[in-house]
């Protein structure tokens, strides 16, 4: 197979390394673990099948759980959805094929950095045989080039090694070795060493591969280190084999001693190797590191992790550790690094280096390089007179005058990659420690660096930072206060910093009395002022704003309008008024000058003070825009969760809201990315209601209400539902919108009838019913008269059930909405199961059962097999209600309702005791408990109550008597709404 981008926008596999999939130039997120270890495989495979149980055994080993196909289908799917988005459901897309016995990717080396590999392997081994070598070599440098780390990154997936990762790993060392080889032939080692390089260091153990990197070395003059790595391997294999180098080890060995100028028998610690350093030059010892600070608390796990980091480069000695600390204005950066610096100097006896490069100054004046490498040349006691003019040459002496030497060096405040780049050490015995605003990947790209992005602190880490500041016994004495001071702080050090400055300048204030006046800045940057320049949050945030472009700073000052959490590329480009890839490319601007960070792949967020900063900017030009923004940004939420809830029930009842210009919909083909939207920015979603409501237009807000009901619904959140609802309703009783208000009662009926109030939910449905009556509103007074049932059902009457069910039927029918009708032929059926009526329950819920299958739609079939099984359990056939169960369960959790994937689970489980298959039972349990999470419903108790009651075991409750909550707007667990 061959595509072409004419036929398809280029889509990329890669997993010579972690496993990555880019679209159109976007890398994806490709999810769980479990989900990016299956493809992983898939892509080890290069196009090979790979059997069903192959996937089960890689991700569980030899403990599978009995949902393990099903997971693995589920995975496949979103792989198949994440490939291609549009892709109908059950459609194999033309990525991922599988069949009864598993699955292959369809690529080709186009598409795969591995056949990609594969392909310029052999063009590098047929030219070198057809006596082309340096044909050869560009195909072998292109091929290794690809090479990013172990196959499919599977040591971070899975806790052992796979065959199909190893054998692609042993493919490309194979490789190496082969370039290796004809490098050295050539004497074109330069370009081979880095890659050989990290392919060592992740084979330590091939003998032939550290040979190759020996003589390497050495062609390259870099003896010194040529010998520091045999040494560690002998010492290695020693240790941990107890066996001596091999022969092709040893030979190597042999060879770099001969080249090599020091005494072979005990060559020199490369501190004393002898250079043409003039005698100032070797006797300086630089030591400019700012002092530290006298009580540093927190940043634990960063400071454990690079010191692991120094550590493991300290023992291997193969490469030089560079460590790039990057976050928002005042986290901290600076503070930590100077601090590992002095916790690390003893281990850099040859002295430390700082510059701060100014990348963020208020004035730009970023420092060039060239001025950095001077101060530093001066500093390692090179005169002005001896350094050179041109940049690239001053870089090579600063380089050559590291060489062999173990020198820590500290670059602050960096602007860029470019920035830093020339200041790097090539000495593998220093330490690199980079601070930024900006994720400096490219370091981590070119030169292998440890990236580190810095977050808050933890609260118990902020009240350290405070006590260690002001006291112990001023912060014992008031907790609350202090408590409050760090969350008006948002838990950042600089903010923290500013308020234990305050506190220690005035000993006779009380943190109460500071606590109170952070509270009456009422989340402006008031409470954070100070005489220092260097340490006022203003300022400090202005160093950031004013690098930004003028469309980047509008976008940033809106930024402060938008109420919830976090926000995607389709809501700052409904925000500004601006097309998705203009917004994509100014939050790119500000996310590199610290003041947005993408916390997930597409979602941004920013600190409360960054956003208290950006509300200060909104001058009187800007009230106009402001607005217009406000309007622009609620449009999207209503816009986009309308269109989100209709992939949910296509049945939606609700008029379409009109389409506003300029704003974004976030797109979304299929019901999982709806719920992937909901899950998202459900936080959003519920303060964009409550700003509604606050500025006094709940006729905006209730509508938006509605679309997030079903959501809210299927996956539990019914707090959360019960809240929003019974704000709306407060706001349209106020507004007298009575549209608005009956959907909002039967949106709280609901809520409340899943939460066991069943009275008030019938006073509300009942109220709700009235105004549909009055207006008009056939389609809405169906569904409130089947809410009305299964209420009465829940109060244990049956008959009111029944006529409310059939006056429900009858609205349906007249509506023609068989998706209505299956629903409420469901429900009937229990409730004729309620009077005894068996039969009869049977008859309407296999009459149920031929709709459903005729319309084709597995949430109405979903919930006919969950009526059919309630009429086998009630009939005492517990084999065939066990068989309705599980395909309920499957249906549910297949289109993604998890409450009702749940209700079946229980009830599984509860059929299944009763024909004493305990083990069945309790695995169904369990799933329930691992749906539900850690959500405070009823389901969690019964199914906790059920696991605690398997020994001894309990006899099984009847059908009658389960616990089975029936909602779906009040009531879209068990139909639609």
């Given at each position: 197979m061959s595509l072409t981008d004419d036929e398809e926008p280029a889509t990329r596999f890669g997993v010579l390394g972690p496993v990555r999939v880019w679209r159109r130039g976007a890398e994806l997120d490709l999810g769980a673990r479990q989900q990016r270890l299956i493809l992983?495989?898939?892509?080890?495979?290069?196009?090979?099948?790979?059997?069903?149980?192959?996937i089960v055994e890689v991700l569980w080993d030899k403990e599978p759980p009995p949902s393990a196909l099903n997971v693995v289908h589920r995975y496949v799917g979103a792989l198949r959805r994440l490939f291609e988005p549009g892709l109908p459901s059950r459609s194999p897309g033309r990525w991922l094929l599988g069949d009864a016995t598993g699955y292959r990717m369809r690529v080709d080396p186009g598409h795969l950095d591995l056949l990609r590999f594969r392909e310029l392997a052999e063009q590098a081994r047929s030219a070198e045989r057809a006596g082309r070598p340096a044909e050869a070599m560009t195909a072998y440098e292109q091929a290794l080039g690809l090479w990013r780390g172990p196959c499919g990154g599977a040591s971070e997936l899975v806790s052992y090694s796979h065959a199909a990762f190893s054998a692609v790993d042993h493919e490309c060392a194979d490789l190496a070795r082969e370039a290796a080889s004809l490098a050295l032939r050539l004497e074109r080692v330069r370009s081979i060493l880095p890659v050989l390089r990290r392919v060592a260091e992740h084979r330590q153990w091939d003998e032939a591969l550290q040979a190759r990197l020996l003589l390497v070395l050495s062609a390259d003059g870099q003896q010194a280190e040529a010998i520091a790595l045999f040494r560690n391997v002998r010492r290695r294999l020693a240790d941990e084999l107890g066996v001596d180098p091999g022969e092709e080890l040893r030979e190597a060995y042999q060879v770099v001693l001969g080249q090599n100028s020091y005494d072979s028998a005990e060559p020199a610690h490369p501190r004393h190797t002898q250079t043409h350093r003039s005698p100032a030059i070797a006797a300086v010892l630089p030591a400019q590191l700012p002092a530290d600070l006298p009580h540093f608390t927190g940043r634990d796990e960063a400071q454990h992790r690079t010191v692991g980091l120094v550590n493991g480069h300290v023992l291997t000695q193969a490469s030089m550790p560079v460590l790039a600390i990057d976050g928002i204005p005042g986290i901290g950066k600076t503070t930590l690094a100077i601090h590992l610096a002095h916790q690390l100097a003893d281990a850099?006896?040859?002295?430390?280096?700082?510059?701060?490069?100014?990348?963020?100054?208020?004035e730009q004046s970023m420092l060039h390089p060239a001025e950095a490498l001077r101060g530093f040349l001066n500093a390692l006691g090179v005169p002005d007179a001896e350094i050179p003019a041109s940049d690239h040459a001053r870089s090579g002496l600063y380089r050559s005058v590291l060489a062999g030497r173990r020198i820590l060096v500290v670059l602050d405040n960096a602007h860029s990659v470019e920035q830093v780049r020339p200041l790097l050490p090539g000495s593998s015995?220093?330490?690199?420690?980079?601070?930024?605003?900006?994720?400096?990947?490219?370091?981590?790209?070119?030169?292998?660096?440890f990236l580190m992005t810095l977050d808050v602190l933890p609260i118990e880490d902020a009240r350290d930072f405070l006590a260690a500041r002001i006291g112990v016994d001023r912060t014992e004495r008031e907790p609350v206060a202090v408590d409050e001071i760090i969350e008006r702080c948002g838990r950042l050090p600089l903010a923290l910093a500013v308020v234990a400055a305050r506190a220690l300048v005035h000993p006779d204030f009380g943190l109460t009395d500071i606590a109170r006046e952070l509270r009456d800045a009422q989340g402006s940057l008031d409470g954070f002022s100070g005489d220092d320049m260097d340490n006022d949050l203003r300022a400090i945030f202005s160093w950031s704003y004013r690098m930004l472009s003028e469309r980047a700073a509008t976008m940033f000052r809106l930024l402060s309008l938008h109420p919830g959490p976090d926000m995607t590329v389709p809501a700052l480009a409904s925000l500004a008024g601006i097309p998705p890839a203009e917004a994509r490319l100014l939050a790119?601007?500000?996310v590199r000058t610290g003041l947005l960070t993408e916390h997930k792949m597409g979602r941004f967020t920013t600190h409360d003070l960054i956003r208290a900063y950006a509300q200060e900017l909104i001058g009187p030009e800007d009230s106009e825009s402001r607005a217009e923004a406000s309007r622009r940004m609620f449009h999207h939420y209503r816009l986009t969760s309308y269109h989100a809830d209709r992939l949910l029930r296509p049945?939606?009842?609700?008029?379409?809201?009109?389409?506003?210009?300029?704003v974004c919909v976030t797109p979304m083909g299929t019901a999982a990315d709806a719920e992937a939207w909901f899950n998202a920015d459900r936080h959003v979603l519920k303060a964009v209601v409550q700003r509604q409501i606050e500025e006094g237009?709940?006729?905006?807000?209730?509508?938006?209400?509605?679309?997030?009901?079903?959501?809210?619904q299927r996956d539990g959140w019914w707090h959360d539902w019960a809240a929003a609802t019974q704000a709306g309703l407060d706001a349209t009783v106020a507004a007298g919108d009575d549209l608005g208000r009956a959907h909002m009662s039967r949106g709280l009926a609901g809520a409340w009838h899943v939460l066991g109030r069943h009275e008030d939910a019938a006073r509300l449905l009942r109220h709700s019913l009235g105004l549909f009556e009055r207006l008009g509103r056939c389609?809405?007074?169906a569904l409130v008269h089947r809410n009305l049932g299964q209420v009465s059902s829940a109060l244990g009457d049956h008959g009111g059930a029944v006529a409310h069910y059939e006056r429900a039927l009858s609205l349906f029918e007249e509506l023609r909405d068989p998706v209505g009708q299956v629903a409420v032929l469901c429900l009937l059926a229990d409730a004729h199961s309620g009077l005894g009526r068996s039969d009869v329950s049977m008859e309407l819920g296999n009459r149920a059962l031929t709709m459903a299958e005729a319309l084709g739609e597995p949430a109405s079939q979903a919930l006919c097999c969950q009526t059919v099984a309630r009429s086998f359990a009630a009939k005492g056939d517990h084999v065939s209600a066990r068989a309705a169960w599980a395909r309920a369960a499957e249906i549910f959790q297949r289109i993604g309702w998890r409450m009702n994937t749940v209700d079946c689970l229980l009830e599984l489980g509860d059929t299944a005791l009763a024909l004493d298959d305990l083990d069945a039972a309790r695995a169904a349990w369990r799933q329930a408990l691992e749906l539900i999470g850690q959500q405070s419903v009823p389901e969690r108790a019964a199914a906790e109550s059920r696991l605690a009651g398997l020994d001894p075991p309990r006899a099984v409750r009847t059908h009658s008597g389960g616990l089975r909550a029936v909602s779906a707007g009040c009531g879209q667990r068990r139909a639609k709404s």
């Open positions: 992983a495989l898939l892509l080890a495979n290069a196009g090979r099948p790979v059997g069903i149980g192959d850099y006896p040859d002295g430390q280096l700082y510059v701060d490069l100014q990348g963020f100054d208020p015995g220093c330490l690199v420690l980079v601070t930024s605003r900006k994720r400096l990947t490219g370091l981590a790209t070119a030169h292998g660096a790119g601007e500000l049945a939606l009842a609700l008029d379409p809201p009109p389409a506003v210009a300029d237009r709940a006729t905006s807000a209730w509508p938006l209400v509605v679309s997030m009901q079903m959501f809210l389609p809405e007074q």
